[in-house]
Nanobody
Framework: VQLQASGGGLVQPGGSLRLSCAYS????????IGWFRQAPGKEREGVSC????????YYTDSVKGRFTFSSDNAKNTVYLQMNSLTPEDTGVYYC????????????????WGQGTQVTVSS
């Protein structure tokens, strides 16, 4: 499985960005696609995920109401629409594929994209 994240950039507080994650080679009957982020000096944090069978999407509390996970199966792409961004949302954002729908641990995800930098600053 290969994943390619894109769409990051520099945005002012209150602004929006849409991240994309294009994936290929995913042939599992059951899978989870997740978005994680990592700020400098901090651990990788789960942001949102979607399960092919359990549903979702699921969000970490800090982004509920601001971020939206969506997918386009025809394009093998998932998106993370991020609104009302704050400096606390700054970090490298990764998409990942695994078999367990959880945001509490990145270690259960098997495949990772290269990450895209999001910087929220005035």
């Amino acid at each position: 499985v290969q994943l390619q994240a894109s769409g990051g950039g520099l945005v002012q507080p209150g602004g929006s960005l849409r991240l994309s994650c294009a994936y290929s080679g995913l042939t599992w009957d059951y899978y989870v696609i997740g978005w994680f982020r990592q700020a400098p000096g901090k651990e990788r944090e789960g942001v949102s995920c979607f399960s092919s069978s359990d549903g979702g999407p699921y969000y970490t509390d800090s982004v509920k109401g601001r971020f939206t996970f969506s997918s386009d199966n025809a394009k093998n792409t998932v998106y993370l629409q991020m609104n009302s961004l704050t400096p606390e949302d700054t970090g490298v954002y990764y998409c990942a594929v695994g078999g367990i729908a959880t945001l509490s641990s990145p270690y259960v995800y098997d495949y990772w994209g290269q990450g895209t930098q999001v910087t929220v600053s005035s």
